[in-house]
């Protein structure tokens, strides 16, 4: 009996449930995309998949497209959401909590509909849909994403480094560039990769608001892995698409030795 | 107005809070060239504002503030001549020691040379060489305060401002850091305006202490002066133990309290005043004597001096000075000392502290030279005054709420008329739960008068009542304030008007 309970009272027994579940689906999954990108249609291995990504040019075309898209999306969140973000952080600010609230509240339905909704809306006020509405739907989507780690950060920041720095000689706009900037980094990395890496694969918000005119990425690899006689080179797409990934998240890692920005 | 001596003159500055409270009450305040003054006093008596208003950092709502003669009341703190080290050192974590300290200078564009060459003087100066390339978050506290330092005393300010700069320091680091501080405001020559609680480092570091409570300065003085002449019962509540006794002045140079008659020096108190005595536990000379003749002597005792045994050091002063006995209730060791509350005759309690241990149960005798018997006014007698107004229903209303009173009271007063109301510091009761009394409220500040406490009640409507009790009452408590009906004297205000016309 007792062994019994040292077992269940055991972290390592509670773990294995969440083990089990990364390996089916998350690792898994990671090594079929691997192996039906280094295979023929029949399971041979192959290169030539590879081969195939780099001499067409119209998914290069679109690779970089989706890549300009993402990174247009991240500095328009940024722009926008670093002073929203420095507003509600300031000490005199009466509402933070409301206005982190209508920040957010978009996101209490799925994105999809969220999506949706915007269509019908741009019908409404006779707008076109296209690159424009397209920009609009991600920034919309993902501008929360942006803004709370970036809150987070500079709320926590402790105010009297601002005054430290009005105090040395530095101006609200010196102190803002020479400490406040720097120091709520850890926040804008986490904004930045949590916006850029979710846009860079999006594909059905492009759809909805471009009517399918604009093709994404990632509206790309939907359509070889349904595919199935071109399963092998979308799983190829899928892994450059994965390394830009684990790229951009590096990039957001190697910088968090100070506070991080925490994500939603 | 390079002829003004004062660097920095505040004048009756007032700082009002969006909550109405008042941080800083009139403030008035000068200062030096070089002086080295600490605004002294509890969490919340408005120094840490007092400091923020000068740095900049807080704009008063009303007054001014002068820097060398010129107003800056509202000027922006990276524009005022100051420096200031912070609470809790406010380093940059994201530039090392060297970039910290060259901070204000990078910002005033000097040429890098000069930079590096000041940097390394003030780091030396607050014995920091070495740690230049160091991150600010791999320091201990101590070295980052010295940190905070140089980055302060770099820039050359003629005003150096610290808030609390060692409150977050162990206690054999403060004393260091102390001896430090003194140092280097001898070396720099420039204004220190040192904000602390902790009354011993305002003694031993200022050349002028600066009591603050509730937002007032209490009395500005040498630290000498502060420890030996308090003027109220504030400070002398707050600066090191004091006995404060409820007594009277007879006459000029003469007091009465404890049932006795002593001798003092101070004047000016009137005939027959009541006023507050204060006497130093260290003050106080103190002998054993045998149990049966302290209770049998007369009470006054002055000619014997003869009568002190138990003295074998010789002591205790001989001659004329008044002696008082009374039974030690407890005696704890102090290190250096023995303190002992002895209590003597009417109740009075006395600390005491002498080298010697008395047990308790001892009979002991009690003398104090007249030199060291200060005497002060007292701010509040015996009465609570309150504005009130008569209603129909033959109630008073007054502190926010409406209170029965004995018709003879309010005889010939008409409602609605304006009148002041008498309550004795003595009668209000005090409960402990809040719903027994009319009022509710929280002890805000104690005062143990010898023979009882003073405390003030601080209602939730934000009225200050003063109120007399033998309870034991903690700071913060929440109380009910009753007040029995007998116990309300009202005063029509027309008649007092009248009768000073």
Redesign the interface.
Known sequence: MSKVIQIFSSRRTWAWPYILFMLLFVVLPLILVGVYAFTDIDGHFTVRNFAKFFSHSEAIQTFLYSVMIAVFNTAICLLIGYPAAYIMAQEDFKTPKVMAMLFILPMWINFLLRTVATVELFNMLGLPLGEGALLFGLCYDYLPFMIYPIYNTLQKM?N??V??????????W?SFW??IV??SMPGVYSGVVMVFMPTVSTFAIAELLTHNNIKLFGSLIQDYITTTDLLNYGAVLSLVLLIIIALTSFFGDNNDD?EKGGMI | MSKNPFIIEVNHVFKQFEDGKFALNDVSLQVKKGEFVTILGPSGCGKTTLLRCIAGFQVASSGDILLKGEDVTKTPPYKRPVNTVFQKYALFPHLNVFNNVAFGLKLKKEDPETIKKKVRKALKMANMTGYEERKVDTLSGGQQQRVAIARAIVNEPEVLLLDEPLSALDLKMRHDMQIELKELHEKLGITFIYVTHDQEEALTLSDRVVVMNEGKIQQIGTPTDIYNEPQNCFVADFIGESNILSGTMIKDKKVEFCGQVFDCIDTGFGENNPVDVVIRPEDIYIWKVESQKSKDRPADSKTDSQNIEDDPEDRVPKGKFTKWYGEVQSCIFKGVHYEMRVLAADNYEFLIQDYHEYLPGTEVGMLVRPEDIQIMKKEHYIYNYFEGEVLKNGKVRFIGAEWEVQPKQIEGLEPGEKVQVKVPFRSIDLQDYEEEGKLSGEVHFILYKGNHYQLTIRTDEGYDLYVNTNDVWDDGDRVGVVIPKDKILVESRKSKVESHE
């Open positions: 402790d009297s480094l005054e430290a720095a009005q105090d040395l000689g530095a101006s609200r010196q020479k400490v720097p120091l100070g």
